[in-house]
């Protein structure tokens, strides 16, 4: 049994509704061993998968497909003879996805300590605490009902 021309509905064109649909905003650009990486606008699903993928992995292929989707080819080589750590890689990669989603959302320090906390977390310990928490526990509210203490000794 055929269909009829009238029966036929019109094609759905994802290339033309996705055109519509980039984002109109500002890319981050990352300068790393003197060169000038602009990142995409939006993260590729290469990536994404690629992610997952080398969590479990270590082929160095799998990273370098992960790393060519963003930076373009040969980074993980460029980076590996630089004497990149792979501390600063996943540093780069939190920034990176982090300031994808929405540029200027990370900064480099606080990609560092994301990292920092994931690795401590893996090792199934509590990342230190930095300056600023550690002040801010030192400062104990008085518990209700007690008296607030001046600090002097009795």
Do not use: C
């Not at 019109?10 to 981050?28: C, G, K, L, S």
């Not at 990352?30 to 290469?46: A, E, F, I, K, N």
């Amino acid at each position: 049994m055929s269909e009829s021309p009238e029966q036929l509905v019109e094609a759905a064109d994802f290339d033309a509704f996705f055109a519509e649909q980039a984002p109109d905003r500002p890319r981050t650009t990352l300068t790393l061993y003197g060169r000038d990486y602009v990142l995409p606008d939006s993260l590729p699903l290469l990536f994404t998968l690629q992610m997952e993928r080398v969590q479990d992995s270590s082929d160095p292929d799998d990273v370098r497909t992960m790393l060519t989707t963003l930076f373009g080819d040969d980074v993980l080589d460029t980076w590996a003879e630089h004497g990149m750590t792979d501390r600063q890689l996943g540093i780069v990669l939190i920034y990176s996805a982090a300031n994808i989603r929405k540029p200027g959302n990370v900064t480099m320090q606080r990609a560092a300590e994301l990292y920092d906390q994931g690795e401590a977390a893996k090792a199934g310990k509590a990342p230190a605490a930095n300056r600023a928490e550690r002040r801010a526990s030192s400062k104990k509210k008085p518990k209700k009902g007690a008296p607030a203490r001046s600090g002097a000794r009795s």
